[in-house]
C-alpha cells in the first residue's frame, strides 16, 4: 500500500480559532449568504515539497495568507481548484456528495498544471477535518450548504517559468445558499462573441483559475446584453455548444430525450452533469452525448423540438435556462418557465444529497 493511502483526519494538526464567531454572529452571517462571501473559522492546509511530498497537515484559524510576492501563482498562474458541497441531512449527520469524483478530478486538473497531485485520502480527510472543526457552519436551513472549496498553488518564489517547487494546498468553506441572486429562477444566455472558452490541447479539461479568469470579459458581455450567464461555442469551427462560464448545458427534446456536449477535452467533466446522466438513464431516458451546433439547438427551440435547457453544476445545482440570446437572435426556451424534466431532476438530484430520498447510487459520504 502507498504510504500515502494512510492519511485520516486525525493528522490534521488543530490550532483552534482564538476567537471564532459567536453561535449569534454565526446566524447573522449564515441568515442569507451571498454565495462564496461568508468563510468559516478555519482552514485545512498542507505543504508540498519535493523531499516532503505533502506534509504539515494543519487545521489553522482562517487569515489572510502570508505569500511572497514572486510565488508562481502570482505571475503564471499555477493553479487549479475544486468545489463540492456538505449537506446536512435532518438526522443531524453531515454527507458529502461524490468527493471521491472531486478527488480525482483535482488530481487530474493538478497533473495538467504540473502541480503535484493531493491523494484521494488526503483529499478527503483534510475535509473531513475542517467539517469536524468548523461543524456549526453546516446549514440546517432549506437548501443550504457547505460549499467546499479546496485549491492548490505554487508558492516557490522564482519568476522562472517552470513547476513550482514548494506547493499549497488549502481548503476553504462557505455556508452558501442559492448560486444565482435570483434564486432557482430561469436564466438567460448569452452566446459569446468573439471569444472562445477552451481549445484543444489546452486547459479546457481542467478545473483551473485562468479559464475562469479568461471567461470574465465574455461574462460581462452577457451581462451588458441583460443575460445572466455566458454559453461558449467551440473554438475550431465556433459553430458548436460547450459550455457555461462555470457550468454544463444540456437540451431536454420533446421525443423525452436529453441532449448534451460530448466531453472532448475542451469541456469540465462536471461531476453534476454525470450523475445527471445517471439519473436520467437510469430512470430509462436516452441521453445523447454529441455535437451540438448553435444553429441546431436554435432552431429546435423554434421549431418546438427543444422544449427544456438547464445549467447544472456544484454551484448552480440544476438551474432552468429559459432564453438564448445572440446578436441576431433571442428566442424562449419552451414557455421560458421551468420545464417539468428539469424541475424534476433538481428536486430527485436534492432529495438524494439532503437524505430524503433513497441514495441508490451510493453517492453520498458520511462525514460527522
Ligand atoms: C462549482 O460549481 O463548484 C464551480 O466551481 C463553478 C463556479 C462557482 C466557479
Not at 494512510?6 to 451571498?34: C, D, F, G, K, W
Not at 487530474?108 to 483534510?126: C, G, W
Not at 437548501?143 to 519568476?159: C, V
Not at 451540438?292 to 421549431?303: F, Q, V
Request: charged share 20%; aromatic share 8%.
Amino acid at each position: 500500500m502507498d504510504e500515502r493511502s494512510t492519511v485520516n483526519a486525525e493528522q490534521y494538526a488543530v490550532t483552534p480559532h482564538p476567537s471564532p464567531a459567536s453561535a449569534e454572529q454565526r446566524a447573522t452571517l449564515m441568515a442569507a449568504p451571498i454565495f462564496g462571501e461568508v468563510f468559516t473559522d478555519h482552514v485545512a492546509r498542507a505543504t508540498w515539497t519535493p523531499d516532503a511530498g505533502w506534509a504539515d497537515r494543519r487545521i489553522e484559524p482562517f487569515a489572510d495568507l502570508t505569500l511572497h510576492p514572486g510565488a508562481t501563482v502570482l505571475h503564471y498562474g499555477q493553479q487549479v481548484f475544486e468545489g463540492l458541497k456538505a449537506y446536512r441531512w435532518a438526522d443531524g449527520t453531515v454527507r458529502l456528495f461524490r468527493p471521491e469524483a472531486n478527488a480525482a478530478r483535482m488530481a487530474a486538473s493538478a497533473t495538467r498544471l504540473s502541480l503535484p497531485a493531493l491523494p484521494e485520502d488526503d483529499f478527503l480527510a483534510s475535509i473531513s477535518a475542517l467539517v469536524s472543526v468548523d461543524r456549526d457552519w453546516v446549514p440546517s436551513e432549506g437548501e443550504a450548504s457547505l460549499y467546499l472549496r479546496p485549491l492548490i498553488i505554487g508558492t516557490e518564489a522564482s519568476l522562472a517559468v517552470r513547476p513550482s517547487r514548494r506547493v499549497e494546498y488549502m481548503l476553504l468553506a462557505c455556508p452558501v445558499g442559492s448560486y444565482f441572486s435570483g434564486g432557482v429562477k430561469p436564466v438567460s444566455i448569452w452566446v459569446a462573441q468573439g471569444f472562445h472558452r477552451a481549445g484543444a490541447g489546452g486547459t479546457g479539461q481542467a478545473k483551473t483559475a485562468g479559464n475562469y479568469a479568461a471567461s470574465m470579459q465574455p461574462q460581462q458581455q452577457a451581462q451588458d446584453h441583460g443575460c445572466d450567464q455566458v454559453l461558449f461555442l467551440d473554438a475550431r469551427e465556433d459553430r458548436y455548444i460547450e459550455e457555461l462560464g462555470g457550468m454544463n448545458v444540456f437540451a431536454v427534446r420533446r421525443d423525452g430525450s436529453v441532449w448534451t456536449p460530448r466531453v472532448t477535452g475542451t469541456i469540465l467533466e462536471g461531476v453534476t452533469r454525470a450523475s445527471v446522466i445517471e439519473l436520467l438513464r437510469s430512470s430509462g431516458r436516452e441521453v445523447v452525448e454529441r455535437d451540438i451546433s448553435l444553429a441546431e439547438l436554435r432552431a429546435g427551440i423554434d421549431d418546438g423540438s427543444v422544449v427544456e435547457a438547464f445549467a447544472c453544476g456544484t454551484a448552480a445545482v440544476i438551474t432552468p435556462i429559459a432564453r438564448l440570446v445572440a446578436p441576431d437572435f433571442d428566442v424562449i426556451v419552451g414557455d421560458g418557465g421551468p420545464g417539468a424534466l428539469t424541475a424534476w431532476l433538481r428536486e430527485t438530484l436534492t432529495d438524494v444529497q439532503y437524505g430524503r430520498a433513497e441514495d441508490r447510487f451510493g453517492w453520498m459520504r458520511q462525514v460527522l
